[in-house]
């Protein structure tokens, strides 16, 4: 059976590191039927976007030394939605008058797998970007797991984190409800639509379901509240923003219309309040390597950098 989803329109600003591409026609071919062999083996050209990096096994391929900045703070990243969630936590610290959140981010290209170097995997053995290292501890500290590392530096500098137990809870239910349910739009929504070679209906219609319905936990909770924790902006909102924020821009996925997006009108709302912060105005540029070039900050290691080492200006001064 044929199944062309979407409206066959790619990423509008390039959000995502991996550029994402809804589905072209020549895609749309016939789905084999699969009988599961008794021992599942790796079939290295599965294809897809992902086929030539991602692996069964974990741990290092090659040797690596992470580079050092001047600054406590090491971030090691990219500008996907996990990893802006970091980068935007770093500048509101900064706005909020936090100086010890400077920090240093350098950049990790997950599609040349450098993900997989020794040096990153001894900071993250799960070998995904963010990853921070934190040297004003006695020991460096490293953090992984996006919402570890938020939680992290909300507790670290007492900022964008509640103190009254009850609203604590909430904001991390809602931080929690982010790290669970993203898989569901990234590795399960986004991989089928946009990146598998094949477009197949039944994991594009199960995913897309459960992220319409994500879409309407949200859009309910934002119907009552201004946050998604309340009336104060949160980690919370840092997490979920870059993934259904976004969403709602058509620039993840190229999937604004194949979901309805528009519709979800209380997350439109909150998505274009955050995205006007000059805080993630700016740490959406860290780290980032594709999308126009003034918004591309590959390395970031000073304030001033967003005035002087964006793309734009690195290439006229060349
Ligand atoms: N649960 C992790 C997920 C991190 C993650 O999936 N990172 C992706 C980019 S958004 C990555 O590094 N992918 C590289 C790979 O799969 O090899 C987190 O929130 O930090």
């Given at each position: 059976m044929q199944y062309a989803p979407g409206s066959g329109k790619g990423a509008t600003?390039?959000?995502?590191?991996?550029?994402d591409a809804a589905p072209k026609d020549d895609d749309m071919t016939d789905t084999p039927a699969y009988e599961p062999p008794k021992v599942w083996t790796w079939?290295?050209?599965?294809?897809?976007?992902f086929a030539s990096i991602n692996r069964p096994v974990a741990g290092a391929t090659h040797a690596q030394t992470l580079p050092r900045g001047k600054h406590p703070l090491q971030l090691h990243s990219l500008a996907t939605p996990n990893g802006v969630k970091v980068t935007v936590m770093l500048e509101e610290l900064l706005t909020a008058?936090?100086?010890?959140?400077?920090y240093d981010a350098w950049l990790i290209r997950i599609a040349d797998g450098e993900q997989f170097g020794s040096g990153f995997v001894a900071i993250n053995p799960n070998s995904k970007i963010p990853a921070l290292v934190d040297y004003s501890m006695p020991e460096p500290t490293r953090v992984f797991e996006s919402g570890a590392i938020l939680l992290y530096l909300a507790e670290k500098f007492g900022a964008f984190l509640p103190e009254d137990p009850a609203e604590r809870a909430e904001c991390l239910s809602w931080l929690f409800w982010q790290m669970g349910s993203a898989p569901f739009l990234g590795g399960g929504f986004g991989h089928f639509y946009a990146y598998a070679p094949t477009k197949q209906q039944y994991p594009i219609d199960r995913y897309a379901m459960e992220v319409k319905r994500q879409l309407d936990v949200l859009d309910r909770r934002l119907s009552g509240t201004r946050y998604v924790a309340g009336d104060d902006y949160t980690i919370a909102d840092m997490a979920i923003w870059p993934w259904y924020g976004v969403l709602t821009t058509n620039?993840?996925?190229?999937?604004a219309e194949f979901l309805a997006v528009q519709d979800y009108t209380n997350v439109v709302r909150w998505h274009d309040e955050i995205a006007a912060r000059d805080a993630v105005i700016r740490g959406r540029k860290v780290?980032?390597?594709?999308?126009p070039l003034e918004d591309q900050?590959?390395?970031?290691?000073?304030?001033s950098d967003f005035e002087h080492r964006t793309q734009d200006k690195l290439k006229a001064a060349e």
């Open positions: 600003d390039g959000s995502p590191a991996m550029p079939d290295h050209e599965s294809g897809g976007r008058g936090h100086s010890g959140a400077e620039a993840l996925y190229g999937a780290n980032r390597v594709s999308g900050l590959h390395e970031r290691h000073d304030a």
